[in-house]
């Protein structure tokens, strides 16, 4: 099951800890439908892809991390390898996602 990372600290020691690994963080809000309705999947690929690495941030509980990164809608995924950001898209896409993971990993 994806982690919520609560904090901008433990956001940047998930993405310093992942090491070569893929990283792959769900911006989210518990208020957005579209978040609803892909949350099932998103946890279905986290177990699917165990090399990956699955992450979520609440932006309204992380705001500093949310802004950091530029959001402005959810979801919005974005990738991360070697802790430089590779790929971002918005929208609840399972589709899209998943040919985001296997094509990055």
């Not at 699955?54 to 309204?60: A, G, L, R, S």
Request: hydrophobic fraction near 35%; include cysteine; aromatic fraction near 12%.
């Amino acid at each position: 099951m994806p982690h919520f990372l609560k904090t901008k600290s433990e956001f940047d020691a998930a993405l310093a800890g992942a090491g070569g690994k893929l990283v792959v963080v769900d911006f989210t809000a518990s208020w957005c439908g579209p978040c609803q309705r892909i949350a099932p999947i998103y946890e279905n690929f986290s177990k699917t892809y165990c090399d990956v690495l699955f992450y979520k941030v609440d932006v309204d509980e992380n705001s500093d991390t949310s802004e950091s990164e530029g959001i402005q809608a959810m979801p919005t995924f974005i990738f991360y390898k070697n802790g430089k950001k590779v790929e971002t898209f918005t929208g609840a896409n399972d589709k899209k996602l998943e040919e985001t993971i296997k094509r990055l990993k």
